[in-house]
């Protein structure tokens, strides 16, 4: 459980830093365009390449893109009939669209259903919650973020999004079934696993617990809407209706339960998408989703 320690570290070492006056106060912006255009290229060329595609993929593939999904129409719907300002709609669908299906998904995964089990887990995360980042996550962002942007605009950020360029040629690599030499799959994993120290730090840099904040009522709804009614939806879908069965469903549940994306938080942050409430997610959420990833293990069992 390695992983979940280096979680709790990294974010204390950013909640510390923000107490260190040599460090800059927006330190952060730059850590956050490390992530997108070093880190999760890397990620993308490395994992994606490798992946088999088979009908196998659709329970667990499903968890990533019905939960945006469902997170898109239940943010737009509130946020339009309340009047919310478009960054509040786009932060919420984005930080609680998108799991945590990688950096404590993994460990808790491999903790309760063993090595078998993180193998379905990757299948969540690779072609799931990483793909749906790199283009819905984008598309949202740049629809709600600060101004009006034109389609003909939004489709140029999404072209030029360092993560969506080493999707699109690690996707083709893996349709011919091609992948790098060793030298260059050990750098980009090296790449890669940056990522999580170095988002954890820069959601500590920016996470601020004001007690009189506004935003506290959303993250309320936002991780009531992320670690309870998602997993809830995903288990009456899967194991009630459709009647699934087997491991694969049970982790395609806890994946679904699992707190928002470190990622998500920073690509939200970079448009624009109220930084500090994205922040604020990944930041409460990650503790938070330890007691309710327990009582859907508990829910499960029941099954």
């Known amino acids: 459980m390695d992983n979940i320690l280096l979680i709790f570290i990294c974010l204390l070492v950013g909640l510390g830093m923000q107490r260190v ?17 070093v880190a999760l290229p890397g990620l993308a060329l490395f994992y994606i390449p490798k992946i088999s595609i088979s009908a196998s993929l659709l329970y667990p593939l499903g968890v990533a893109w019905i939960g945006f999904g469902l997170s898109f129409l239940f943010f737009y719907c509130i946020g339009k009939r309340f009047g919310w300002p478009k960054r509040l709609i786009g932060c919420l669908i984005i930080t609680a ?11 808790i995964i ?9 193998k379905t887990a990757i299948i ?11 283009t819905l996550g984008i598309i949202t962002a740049g629809i709600f973020s600060k101004g009006k942007s034109s389609s003909t ?7 030029i999004f360092p993560p969506f360029l080493a ?70 879908v899967y194991k009630i209706i459709l ?15 699992m707190a928002p994306m470190i990622t998500g938080a920073i690509l939200a942050s970079s448009y624009g998408l109220k930084p500090k409430l994205s922040s604020m997610m990944v930041g409460i959420g990650i503790p938070l989703s330890f007691i309710t990833l327990a009582f859907w293990y508990f829910i499960l069992q029941l099954f």
Do not use: C
Request: proline share 4%; net charge positive.
């Open 21 to 37: 006056p040599a460090f800059p106060k927006n330190g952060y912006l730059a850590l956050n365009q490390f992530i997108i255009y």
């Open 97 to 107: 669209g998108l799991g945590n299906t990688s950096f404590v998904g993994f460990p």
């Open 110 to 118: 491999q903790a309760l259903y063993g090595d078998e089990g993180l």
């Open 124 to 134: 969540v995360d690779q072609p799931g919650t990483f793909v749906v980042m790199a």
């Open 153 to 159: 605009e939004i489709i140029r950020k999404i072209l």
């Open 167 to 236: 999707f699109v040629i690690a996707l083709l690599m893996n349709l011919l079934k091609v992948d790098f030499t060793e030298y260059f799959q050990t750098v980009f994993q090296k790449l890669g696993t940056t990522i999580t120290p170095v988002a954890l730090v820069s959601v500590g840099l920016q996470l601020k617990i004001d007690k009189r904040s506004q935003h506290w009522k959303f993250l309320r709804l936002g991780l009531l809407f992320k670690l309870i009614i998602t997993p809830a939806i995903f288990l009456i």
């Open 243 to 257: 009647g699934g069965k087997g491991i694969a469903v049970d982790i395609s549940v806890m994946e679904s339960a």
